[in-house]
C-alpha cells in the first residue's frame, strides 16, 4: 500500500517532516493534492530560479472570468515534497481534481467551499469547545513545536482522523477523494511498486484515501466530470495577499511569523522563535522612532511562555507572543505595535519566477476586453480618438451592444485606475454633458509591462481596479481625496468599491473639519449624482451622505470663515459649489444654508470677501431684501470699515451675477462716494483691489459700469463710456507700474 | 456584622467560592499564592468547581484576565489603564482576593497622597519617647505586602504626584525598602507584586514617568464588548439602586434602557451599531457606569415630578445634559447625532428625536 502524509497547508513543521518522510521511504513517485491538470506546473515552481511566494493560477478563457489559486509558499509541506522530488530524482504529479473541472463546478453555482467545507467547521468549534482553545492555538500548542519525528507523525495522523470522525462529508469532498482514490488506483497499476508511491494530501482527506479501496462507485463518479475550457499560469505572489486571503488551506494569516518558525526549525533551534519574533517587533518600532528596550523584550517572553504556560503550551504561539507584544512592547495597545506586527507577521515578500512562465490572467483578460468592446483596432502605436455615447442604444438587440460605449468608458476608466497608460480622455470642448466621453487611444510597450504590473493586485481588470482603488482608499485620510477615489470608483462602474468609498467618506466627514474640504467633497457627489443611472450605479446612498456632509459644512462654514484670502478663496469655490448642489437637489436643506449665508454677509469678523460672496448668493436667490442689502453695502463701505476689507467685500459680491448688481444704481453711487471719500495713502489698496475685481468684467459689462458712474457724476454716458474704454496713456501706465510694487499686505 | 456593613471586600464576600476553589486545586501553586493561576482564572470568569457554581466576577475578553494572572506569575507588577466606569478596581480587588484572600492592602491614589503613605511614616508620639526603632514605624499597605509576599492595590496612581510615583520605581526594581533611620532594609518576599490602576481620561494630569510604565505591563481594559452585555449590567444596577434609593417611580422599560445604551454606545464607539455610520465622539465619558445613573436620575424625576413612568422628556433632559458636557463642540456632535442618526430611526424614536431637538436648540 502506497505511503500517505497528512498535512496542514502552510504548517512549517509539516513541511519539516514531510521531507524527512520522503527520506525515509524513497519513493519513486509523489502524488501531492492539487489541480491533476496542472501537474505540467511543478517543474517551473520547482526551479532554482523560482523565488516563493508564488502560486499556480487557474482561469476560464471565457467572461466572466473565474479563478481558481493554488498559493504556494517556502513552507508550504506540498512545495517541500515537490522540492524533495525535483531533487532526488522522484516522479511527482498532482493527484486532485482538474482545474478545469473545478472552474466548470464554480460555472454551476455549487457553492465552492472546499477550502472550508461546513463539516469542518463545526468540528472546529467542537474542538475549541473540548480544549478551550481556538483551532490555531490547538494546532501551535500542539503541532508547530513538537520536535521528534515519530510523535508528529503519529499525532497528525490521529488529529486528521478525529477530525473526519466528527464532521460530515460534503458531496464536494466526495468527489474530490473519489477522483483521488482513482489517481492512486492509475499509478499502483501502472507497475510501480506501491510501496513506493507516496500519497501528500490535506490530513482530513488521509483518513478517507488510506482506509478506503478504489471502488466501483468512485469510479462511475470520476468517470463523466464537468469541464470547462481554461489555462493556467503560475504567477508571482505576494505574503501580504496569502494574508488577505483567510481561511484554511487557501491562505496563512501570519506567513511572516510562519517563515520565522520555518527558518529556526531548519537551523534547528525552534525556541529562539518567539525571541526572534518580539526582538523583530522592537527593531520595526525603534527604526520607526519609537523607543523599544532589550528589557522589555525580555519581559514580554516572559510573560508569553507564562501564556503559553497557562493554556498548556509547550512553547508560546502567535497568539501569546502578540499578547505580551502589546502588553510590555506596546505598554496595553494594539494601535502602538499594529504597524510592527504588520510587518513581522505578514511581511512584504512578493516572489518571482523565471521570464517566459508568467503569462498573466491579468493580459489575457486585457485582450479579451479589447475583442469584445471592440476596441482592437486602437490596439497600436499611433493614437486614435474615440468618442463615446454612454446612453443606452436603442436600436440594437442584445444588451451587450446597447451598453457597448458604456462598456468602453468602464473599461478605459479601469485601466486609468490601474496606471496602466492606454487611454488619455480628453475635455469635450462644447459641453459638459453627463453622456459624453472623448478619448485618445495609444498603445505601447509600456502597456503591457503595466499590466504585467498590474497583475499582482488582480486576476481580471475589473477585480485589479477594485483592489487598487480599495488599497488607495485605506491609504489615504483626507476627504477631500476619498471623494475623488470616490468619483473615480464610480466612473469604473465599480459598484462593491463605491459601496466602500461611499462608507469611508462618511467615516473621514465625521472629523473633518475643513469646511472647503467637505464642500468639495460635496460638489463631487452632487456631480456623481447628477450623472444619474446612466452608468447603471445606484446612486441612492449619496443623497444620506451629501446631507450629512452638507450639515457638517454648515456647522463649520462661520467658524472656517473667519480667515486669511488664500483660505478665503477656497471657501469662496467650497460655498459656490455647495450652492450649486443644493440648487440641483431638493433634498438639501436650502433653508439651512441661507441662514448660514446670512449670518455670514452680516458678520464682521469673517472675511470680508466671504461674506460679499454670501451677499451675492443671497442676492441671486432673492434671499435678502433690497433695505438689507443697501444696509450692508453702506456699512462695508464706510469710513469706519478698513478701506482695504471693503474693497475686499465688493470683490467677493462682484463674483455672482454682476448684471443685476450693475442694474442697481444705489450700489454705483455707494461705491462712488466711498473711493471718492479716501484719502491718497488709503486709495492705493483700494484701487489695487477694485482693478483686479473689475478686471475679471468683460468690456461690455464694463461699459455699463461706465454709464451707472456718470449717471451718478452728472457725466454724460459717452464720455463715461469713452472715458473708461480709452487706450491706458503713459502716464497712467507708469502709475500702474509703481502700484506692482505695492505690498498687498494681507489683501 | 455583615448586616451593618454598607460594603463588603471581595474576599469575604465571596467566601464560600474562595474555599472551594483551594479545596479542589489540582495544578501547582506559585510561591505566596493561594490558588493555581488557573484557579484564579476561573474565580475572576465564573465555572464550576467540585459541584460549587463560581459566579463571574468580570464579563468581558477571558484574554484580558489572563494576562493579568500571568503577569503576576512572573512577578511583573500589573498597570490596568481604561476608561472610568470599567471595573478596573473591581477587577484588581478580586484578583488580590482571590491570590491571597485579602483586598485590603490598598493605597489611594490623590493630589495628597505622600511618598510616607507609599513607604513608611512614624508613629511621633513612640518616636519621641523610644527614639526610631521599628515598634515606631508605620508601615504602608506597600510595606506590609512585601513582608507577607502579597500583593499590594495602588489605586488610580496617574494622580498621584510624580515623585510618590518615583517612590515606586525603587520599590519595583530593587524590590526592597531601606529605612535609613534604623540603618535597616525590608526585602519583600516572594509573591510580592502591584497592581495599580489609572484612567485613561487623567492622562496629562501627572503623566507616569516612562521608568515607571517600563516597570509594569500594562493591561487596556475595554468597555462592554457587546450591548446584551452592557444592557444587563445597566438594567440589573439600576434595579439595585432604585430598590436601595427607594425611588418612587417605575423601573425603566427594556426599551428605555436599550435606547440608552444604543446612544451611549453609538456616541462612545464613534459610529453607529451597524457600523454603517461613524459620529463624532463626545467629551463625555458615556460610560456603562453614566448610563445607571443617568436612568436612576430620570427615576426620581418622574417619581418625583412627574407621573411616575419615565417620559421621553425626562429621558431628554438627562441625555442632554450627559452629552453635552463641554461648550459647542459637544453641542455640535448631539446635533449632528440627532440628524444624522437618531431622525432617520423612524417613528420609534421619533418622540425621542423631537424632546432632544427642542433642548438642544
Not at chain 1, 449670518?599 to 443671497?618: R, Y
Not at chain 2, 530593587?174 to 535609613?180: D, F
Not at chain 2, 535597616?184 to 502591584?194: H, L, T
Request: hydrophobic residues 40%.
Amino acid at each position: 500500500m502506497a505511503e500517505f502524509y497528512g498535512v496542514r497547508h502552510f504548517s512549517p513543521a509539516c513541511a519539516f517532516y514531510v521531507t524527512e518522510l520522503l527520506e525515509r521511504i524513497k519513493p519513486q513517485l509523489v502524488l501531492i493534492e492539487g489541480p491533476s491538470d496542472l501537474s505540467g506546473l511543478i517543474a517551473p515552481l520547482c526551479s532554482i530560479e523560482t523565488c516563493l511566494p508564488a502560486a499556480i493560477l487557474a482561469y476560464t478563457e471565457e467572461a466572466p472570468v473565474r479563478t481558481v489559486l493554488y498559493p504556494f509558499a517556502e513552507f508550504s509541506p506540498e512545495y517541500r515534497a515537490m522540492k524533495w522530488a525535483a531533487e532526488n530524482g522522484a516522479e511527482v504529479r498532482f493527484c486532485d481534481l482538474p482545474s478545469s473541472c473545478i472552474l466548470a463546478a464554480q460555472e454551476e453555482s455549487i457553492p465552492e467551499n472546499k477550502q472550508n467545507p461546513s463539516g469542518e467547521v463545526s468540528v472546529y468549534s467542537r474542538l475549541e469547545e473540548l480544549s478551550g482553545l481556538d483551532n490555531d492555538s490547538f494546532w501551535e500548542y500542539g503541532f508547530e513545536c513538537c520536535e521528534n519525528y515519530p510523535d508528529f507523525i503519529a499525532a497528525t495522523e490521529e488529529y486528521g482522523k478525529s477530525i473526519r470522525e466528527f464532521s460530515e462529508n460534503d458531496p464536494n469532498n466526495t468527489l474530490r477523494e473519489a477522483f483521488m482514490r482513482r489517481t492512486i488506483n492509475e499509478a499502483e497499476q501502472s507497475g510501480i511498486n506501491s510501496d513506493k508511491i507516496a500519497v501528500i494530501t490535506g490530513a482530513f482527506h488521509t483518513a478517507g484515501l488510506k482506509d478506503a479501496p478504489f471502488s466501483a462507485e468512485d469510479k462511475a463518479m470520476t468517470e463523466k466530470l464537468p469541464s470547462v475550457g481554461s489555462k493556467a499560469t503560475l504567477m508571482p505572489y505576494s505574503y501580504y495577499r496569502l494574508s488577505a486571503r483567510s481561511g484554511y488551506g487557501a491562505g496563512s494569516k501570519a506567513p511572516g511569523y510562519y517563515e520565522i518558525l520555518w527558518k529556526n526549525r531548519l537551523a534547528g533551534h525552534l525556541a529562539d522563535s518567539s525571541a526572534e519574533y518580539l526582538a523583530r517587533l522592537a527593531a520595526y518600532q525603534r527604526e520607526n522612532g519609537y523607543s523599544a528596550s532589550s528589557a522589555e523584550v525580555i519581559e514580554a517572553l516572559r510573560l508569553s511562555e507564562t501564556l503559553a504556560a497557562m493554556r498548556g503550551g509547550k512553547m508560546a504561539n502567535l497568539a501569546d507572543l502578540r499578547d505580551a507584544a502589546v502588553t510590555c512592547l506596546g505598554h496595553g495597545s494594539f494601535g502602538e505595535i499594529s504597524l510592527a506586527c504588520a510587518d513581522t507577521e505578514i511581511g512584504v515578500k512578493i516572489g518571482s519566477l523565471p521570464e517566459g512562465t508568467v503569462c498573466t490572467s491579468l493580459q489575457e483578460d486585457f485582450t479579451r476586453q479589447l475583442r469584445e468592446l471592440k476596441l482592437e483596432r486602437f490596439r497600436k502605436a499611433s493614437g486614435e480618438e474615440l468618442e463615446l455615447d454612454l446612453r443606452e442604444n436603442l436600436r440594437v438587440k442584445s444588451e451587450k451592444s446597447a451598453f457597448l460605449d458604456l462598456n468602453r468608458s468602464f473599461f478605459l476608466h479601469r485601466l486609468r485606475a490601474l496606471g496602466i497608460r492606454f487611454g488619455e480622455q480628453l475635455c469635450r470642448q462644447q459641453d459638459n454633458a453627463t453622456w459624453a466621453e472623448l478619448w485618445r487611444l495609444q498603445w505601447s510597450p509600456e502597456t503591457e509591462i503595466e499590466i504585467v504590473e498590474a497583475s499582482l493586485s488582480g486576476d481580471t481588470i475589473a477585480q485589479a481596479a477594485e483592489l487598487t482603488l480599495g488599497k488607495r482608499l485605506l491609504e489615504t485620510e483626507s476627504l477631500a481625496e476619498t471623494g475623488d477615489i470616490l468619483s473615480e470608483a464610480f466612473l469604473c462602474g465599480l459598484s462593491d468599491t463605491v459601496k466602500t468609498a461611499v462608507s469611508a467618506v462618511q467615516r473621514l466627514a465625521v472629523n473633518c473639519t475643513s469646511a472647503a474640504d467637505s464642500g468639495a467633497t460635496i460638489g463631487t457627489l452632487s456631480s456623481i449624482v447628477r450623472f444619474g443611472s446612466i452608468r447603471r450605479i445606484d446612486t441612492g446612498a449619496m443623497a444620506p451622505l451629501m446631507q450629512q456632509l452638507f450639515l457638517r459644512f454648515c456647522l463649520e462654514l462661520p467658524t472656517a470663515a473667519v480667515c486669511d484670502k488664500a483660505a478665503a478663496e477656497e471657501l469662496v469655490t467650497a460655498v459656490s459649489r455647495v450652492n450649486d448642489a443644493c440648487l440641483s437637489h431638493d433634498f438639501l436643506d436650502d433653508d439651512r444654508l441661507n441662514s448660514v449665508l446670512y449670518e455670514l454677509s452680516d458678520s464682521d469678523t469673517a472675511n470680508p470677501l466671504i461674506s460679499g460672496f454670501a451677499c451675492a448668493v443671497l442676492m441671486e436667490r432673492g434671499k435678502i431684501s433690497a433695505e438689507k442689502l443697501s444696509e450692508l453695502i453702506s456699512r462695508r463701505l464706510s469710513r469706519g470699515t478698513p478701506p482695504g476689507e471693503g474693497a475686499l467685500w465688493f470683490e467677493g459680491l462682484s463674483r455672482k451675477n454682476r448684471r443685476s448688481l450693475i442694474s442697481r444704481l444705489s450700489v454705483w453711487e455707494k461705491l462712488c462716494e466711498f473711493v471718492s471719500g479716501l484719502d491718497d495713502e488709503e486709495f492705493k489698496p483700494v484701487l489695487v483691489c477694485l482693478r483686479r475685481t473689475f478686471s475679471e468684467f468683460s468690456p461690455s459689462e464694463k461699459a455699463d459700469i461706465a454709464e451707472n458712474i456718470g449717471e451718478v457724476l452728472g457725466i454724460p454716458r459717452e464720455t463715461a463710456s469713452e472715458f473708461v474704454t480709452a487706450a491706458v496713456t503713459d502716464e497712467e501706465k507708469q502709475a500702474l507700474d509703481e502700484l506692482d510694487d505695492f505690498d498687498f499686505g494681507d489683501i | 456584622m455583615s448586616e451593618e456593613v454598607l460594603r463588603l471586600p471581595a474576599e469575604e464576600l465571596y467566601r464560600e467560592e474562595l474555599e472551594a476553589l483551594i479545596a479542589a486545586e489540582k495544578n501547582p501553586v506559585p510561591v505566596g499564592w493561594r490558588m493555581s493561576p488557573r484557579s484564579v482564572l476561573t474565580y475572576i470568569m465564573g465555572g464550576k468547581v467540585g459541584g460549587k457554581t463560581i459566579t463571574p466576577k468580570y464579563m468581558g475578553d477571558k484574554r484580558i484576565v489572563e494576562i493579568c494572572i500571568a503577569t503576576l506569575v512572573t512577578d511583573r507588577a500589573l498597570l490596568l489603564i481604561g476608561e472610568p466606569g470599567t471595573a478596573k478596581s473591581w477587577l484588581s480587588e478580586h484578583l488580590t482576593a482571590a491570590i491571597n484572600g485579602n483586598s485590603s492592602r490598598v493605597i489611594q491614589g490623590t493630589a495628597g497622597t505622600t511618598e510616607e503613605q507609599i513607604r513608611y511614616s512614624w508613629n511621633y508620639a513612640m518616636l519621641l519617647a523610644h527614639g526610631p526603632s521599628f515598634d515606631s514605624l508605620v508601615k504602608s499597605p506597600v510595606y506590609t505586602a512585601m513582608e507577607d509576599g502579597a500583593i499590594a492595590r495602588i489605586e488610580e496612581i496617574s494622580r498621584c504626584a510624580s515623585e510618590v510615583q518615583d517612590a515606586l520605581i525603587s520599590i519595583l526594581s530593587e524590590k526592597r525598602i531601606t529605612i535609613p533611620e534604623l540603618s535597616e532594609e525590608v526585602a519583600a518576599r516572594k509573591g510580592f507584586s502591584i497592581i495599580a490602576t489609572a484612567n485613561t481620561r487623567d492622562k496629562g494630569v501627572n503623566e507616569m514617568s516612562s521608568a515607571l510604565k517600563r516597570r509594569f505591563n500594562i493591561v487596556v481594559l475595554p468597555a462592554p464588548s457587546d450591548m446584551e452585555t452592557e444592557i444587563n449590567i445597566v438594567s440589573t444596577r439600576v434595579a439595585q439602586l432604585a430598590e436601595g434609593f427607594r425611588i418612587n417611580a417605575e423601573l425603566p422599560d427594556r426599551t428605555a434602557v436599550e435606547r440608552v445604551v444604543t446612544i451611549f454606545r453609538e456616541l462612545r464607539g464613534g459610529k453607529t451599531l451597524d457600523g454603517q455610520i461613524k459620529l463624532k465622539p463626545t467629551s463625555g465619558v458615556l460610560s456603562a457606569a453614566e448610563a445607571i445613573s443617568l436612568l436612576v436620575n430620570s427615576m426620581a424625576l418622574a417619581g418625583s415630578f412627574g407621573s411616575g413612568k419615565i417620559t421621553d422628556s425626562d429621558l431628554a433632559a438627562a441625555l442632554q445634559g450627559a452629552v453635552v458636557k463641554d461648550d459647542a463642540k459637544d453641542k455640535a456632535a448631539w446635533t449632528e447625532y440627532l440628524e444624522n442618526v437618531m431622525r432617520k430611526r423612524g417613528r420609534e424614536y421619533a418622540g425621542l428625536y423631537a424632546e432632544c431637538r427642542e433642548r438642544n436648540e
